[in-house]
């Protein structure tokens, strides 16, 4: 059974208890909310198992004001994307020791993203949610489309408490993003 809601609140933690009430009075196995925190709307996608009382599946995806210029895909460093390496795939390094043997890193600009990632606590949640891929592109091909930052974890269970960390992690990006545009625009 699918189910899909929206909730809207001015900051997250007026909006995640919300959601969680939501998450733990439902008997579902598709869950998707529009999640409406001040300027910014976040898409939520939860495949659940309810025997377990976890997540199987996550997506995250928000659509990023100001459509910025930078692109990037964060996915986690395996065995074989050694190899790939190796073979000669691209991966930037941006100077963070972990998260560069941690992750796949590819973007069109390396000294945006360092800016992006610098912070220690959003490098915590990263490298504590390694099997998150992490995408920020347009949605389509099309001229002036929409930029979306897309976080999916699709390895092992999740509990609410992760997802809810996730979710922090995708917002405060979103906001930076949407800040550095906002800035860099004025500058211009």
Not at 96 to 106: H, M, V
Request: aromatic fraction near 6%.
């Amino acid at each position: 059974m699918s189910y899909s809601r929206t909730f809207r609140a001015e900051t997250e933690a007026e909006l995640w208890p919300q959601l969680h009430a939501d998450l733990t009075t439902t008997d579902l196995v598709d869950y998707q909310a529009d999640l409406d925190q001040g300027p910014y709307q976040l898409q939520l996608e939860l495949q659940v198992d309810a025997a377990a009382g976890t997540y199987s599946y996550l997506k995250l995806a928000a659509r990023v004001p100001g459509r910025p210029l930078l692109r990037f895909a964060l996915h986690e460093q395996t065995w074989l994307q050694e190899i790939g390496k190796l073979l000669g795939m691209e991966d930037v390094e941006l100077g963070f020791p972990e998260l560069d043997a941690a992750f796949i890193i590819s973007t069109n600009d390396t000294a945006t993203l360092k800016d992006l990632l610098a912070d220690s606590a959003v490098q915590e949640l990263l490298l504590r949610h390694r099997a998150l891929r992490l995408v920020l592109t347009p949605a389509s091909l099309a001229a002036g489309a929409d930029v979306l930052l897309t976080a999916t974890h699709t390895q092992g269970p999740l509990a609410i408490e992760q997802v809810q960390e996730i979710y922090h992690l995708l917002s405060t990006l979103v906001q930076r993003i949407a800040a550095r545009r906002a800035s860099s625009v004025l500058l211009a």
